[in-house]
Structure formats: structure tokens, C-alpha cells
């Protein structure tokens, strides 16, 4: 069965930071990519950042380039996202999700097969 478990998120200030966790089963993993997408209240869905696992290229979203950085572990199965200078418009629930690996790095939600059940990341002082 396959499974995307998400960890790590909270209770952080204004330019604080955190990093979020996604252990990825029954999946191989080289034929995926991870994406981590977030949802604020009253808000659509919106992509992050995703990580190509069998070659580890990276895309960011505008919002985040700079400030977020994705990896992997291939070993763990584990795919993380740290998140830096973290601002209160960050604040939604955090989901990582796996797309095949021929769609690229794509964050069309549409084409994501498996998803996490997401963890709340909260920025306010």
C-alpha cells in the first residue's frame, strides 16, 4: 500500500524556520517525483517545491524561491522541506504528494497520483 506520512510542522515566529518531513512506502521511488504543495484557509491548493528523485533537480514556486529548499533521502525514503525566513503568509497545511516521473516537475494538482494527509505549519508572533 502506498503511503506519503508528513511531519514536522507547528507553531513558528516571523522569520523563524522549520523543516517539514515526508516519508514516501510502497512506492519505488525512481519513478517519482515528490511535490509539496500547502493550503491556506479559504485558499486553492497551491504547489511549492518538487524534487525529482531519480536525478534530484529541484522547482520552486515564486513565492518560496529562495527561502524554501527541498531534498531527498534516498536511503530514508524521506523527502524534506526546509523552510527559512518563514513569513505569516506561509501559514497553511503542508501536503507532499507524488506525481510519475515523466510529468516533470509539474504541479499540476490534477496529475499528483498519491498524496499525505498534511501537517499545519503556523507563522505568527
Known amino acids: 500500500q502506498s503511503q506519503l506520512v508528513e511531519s514536522g510542522g507547528g507553531l513558528v515566529q516571523p522569520g523563524g524556520s522549520l523543516r517539514l518531513s515526508c516519508t514516501v512506502s510502497?512506492?519505488?521511488?525512481?519513478?517519482?517525483?515528490i511535490a509539496w504543495f500547502r493550503q491556506a484557509p479559504g485558499k486553492e491548493r497551491e504547489g511549492v517545491s518538487c524534487?525529482?528523485?531519480?536525478?534530484?533537480?529541484?522547482n520552486y514556486a515564486d513565492s518560496v524561491r529562495g527561502r524554501f529548499t527541498t531534498s531527498r533521502d534516498n536511503v530514508k525514503n524521506t523527502v524534506y522541506l526546509q523552510m527559512n525566513s518563514l513569513k505569516p503568509e506561509d501559514t497553511a497545511v503542508y501536503y507532499c504528494?507524488?506525481?510519475?516521473?515523466?510529468?516533470?516537475?509539474?504541479?499540476?494538482?490534477?496529475?499528483?497520483?498519491?498524496w499525505g494527509q498534511g501537517t499545519q505549519v503556523t507563522v505568527s508572533s
Open positions: 504528494a507524488a506525481v510519475p516521473y515523466y510529468y516533470g516537475l509539474t504541479f499540476l494538482k490534477s496529475q499528483y497520483a498519491y
Open positions: 524534487i525529482s528523485l531519480r536525478r534530484g533537480i529541484t
Open positions: 510502497g512506492l519505488t521511488l525512481d519513478d517519482y517525483n
